[in-house]
Every structure is written in C-alpha cells, then in structure tokens.
C-alpha cells in the first residue's frame, strides 16, 4: 500500500507541472551497495546494485524532485549440514523521493549534485530455507558529479546513503547502506 502512495504522489507532482516548462533526467545506475549492519547481513553484506531514477525541475525551481528505485542482490550456494547445496541470497528494493540541487561548475559540462529524501526499502534475506524479510520507512542523502558529453546524454558518479530501521525475526535490522556506481542519464 505504501509503494501505491509513493507513485500516486509521484504522479500528482508530476501532473502539477504541466503548466511550466519542466526539465527532465532519467537516469540509470549500476554499482554496489555495502550494508552497514555486517552481523546480519553477512555474507551479502556487499550486494550488485542497478537502478533508475527520474527528476524533474520545473524552469522556476531551484530544485528537482527526484524519484528513483534500485534493487540489490547477492547469492551464494553454500553446502547445508547434510552436505547439500543450497541457493542463499540477501536482496533489498528501495524506492526514493527528495529534493536535488544540481549546477554548473564554473561553467564546464561537469555538473556535481546533492540530494536528500525519504526512502521506502524491502528486505529479504534467505538462509538454508529460513526467509526473515520486512519493509520500512527511512531516509536517504545522495551526492555525485555527472559530464554533459552531448546537449542530451551524461555519464557521472553517484554515491548515496540510506537508513531504514526493520525487524528481521524479533532483531532491528539496518536495511539501507552506502551506494557507490555508475549512472549514465538523457536529459531533455
């Protein structure tokens, strides 16, 4: 239900600025996400990260809304005490809403960038046929630097934290981590 809410919001934001002149990025990541709680994380504590964010800015704003869901993962096969093996895996799913300040650096194509925001993450970790998941409402902060190479396309570097407290069978969990990567964005 929450997940609904986020996209209904989003949609609305999105609708309002149809009477100004709006600017739009669209962008994608690939990179990794260490989680900062090791004990329960652990051995998926380092997880493959791919995402997509969008933000837009009307023309009057010094801002953007910026939206975004990235999924990461890690799996093992491990061999169970009856020495057969076993697909393990340690995932999470986060969606982002926030405010980005984006601008020129003296001038040139470089364009560094913070952002701040709530985040909505799920959980899943599977052991040897035990699934402890759970969701939860955080926040995230967000940094980078992106390179205009043409009018349209960029490449950057994007590094994030987030922080979503949930309960992994009775013990709260840290769902979120530190998010380094790639992205590469269209902008129009």
């Known amino acids: 239900m929450n997940r609904n ?11 309002s600025f149809n009477v100004e002149a709006l600017t739009t990025r669209v962008s994608g990541f690939v990179g990794v996400k260490n989680m900062e709680d090791d004990a329960v994380w652990k051995p998926f504590e380092e997880q493959m990260e791919l995402g997509l964010a969008v933000d837009f800015q009307p023309d009057s704003w010094p801002v953007s809304i910026a939206t975004g869901v990235y999924w990461s993962a890690d799996a093992r096969d491990e061999q169970d005490v009856d020495l057969s093996y076993q697909e393990n895996n340690g995932t999470t799913t986060e969606m982002l809403l926030g405010l980005k300040r984006t601008w020129s650096f003296y001038g040139t194509n470089l364009r560094p960038y913070y952002a701040a925001g709530l985040t909505y993450v799920s959980g899943e970790r599977v052991e040897f046929g035990n699934t402890q ?9 967000g940094t980078g630097v992106y390179w205009s ?3 349209h396309f960029d490449i950057g570097l994007d590094a ?4 979503a407290e949930a309960d992994f069978s009775g013990q709260d969990v840290d769902l979120g981590g530190i ?4 992205t590469l964005g269209y902008t129009w």
């Open 179 to 182: 998010h380094l990567g790639f």
């Open 5 to 15: 809410i986020a996209l209904l919001a989003a949609g609305l934001i999105t609708f």
């Open 149 to 151: 190479f043409t009018r």
């Open 133 to 141: 998941k759970d969701s939860a409402l955080g926040y995230w902060l």
């Open 160 to 163: 994030r934290y987030s922080r």
